[in-house]
């Protein structure tokens, strides 16, 4: 049973920045592709970035330039790097695999205040 921790959310104010990380136990992510997915009130999950293994990326346009996804040097770690926060970026964000579809983790909410 694979389990998603996300980490690294708070309460910031517009302008700010954030670092979330995101593990997995049951799991080896060094090989796998990873998202970071984002869900506010009355929307669908939605993907924000992902990352391959090997480097290449993907990032939603409202986010691209602010936010960054990453790994450790392990790659066993991922990271979603987020800068210049803006009030619509509030929700909790959750990682998963982007094509393996593992059970969802508790998320880590992000508020950003104007």
């Known amino acids: 049973q694979v389990q998603l921790v996300e980490s690294g959310g708070g309460l910031v104010q517009a302008g700010g920045s954030l670092r979330l990380s995101c593990t997995a136990s049951?799991?080896?992510?060094?090989?796998?592709?990873m998202g970071w997915y984002r869900q506010t009130p009355g929307k669908e999950r939605e993907l924000v970035a992902r990352?391959?293994?090997?480097?290449?990326?993907w990032y939603m346009a409202d986010v691209k330039g602010r936010f960054t996804i990453s790994r450790s040097d392990t790659k066993d770690i991922v990271y979603l790097e987020m800068s210049n926060l803006k009030p619509e970026d509030t929700g909790i964000y959750h990682c998963?695999?982007?094509?393996?579809?593992?059970?969802w983790g508790q998320g880590t909410q992000v508020t950003v205040s104007s």
């Open positions: 998963n695999a982007y094509t393996l579809n593992w059970n």
């Open positions: 049951g799991a080896d992510i060094r090989g796998v592709t």
């Open positions: 990352g391959h293994p090997a480097g290449s990326t």
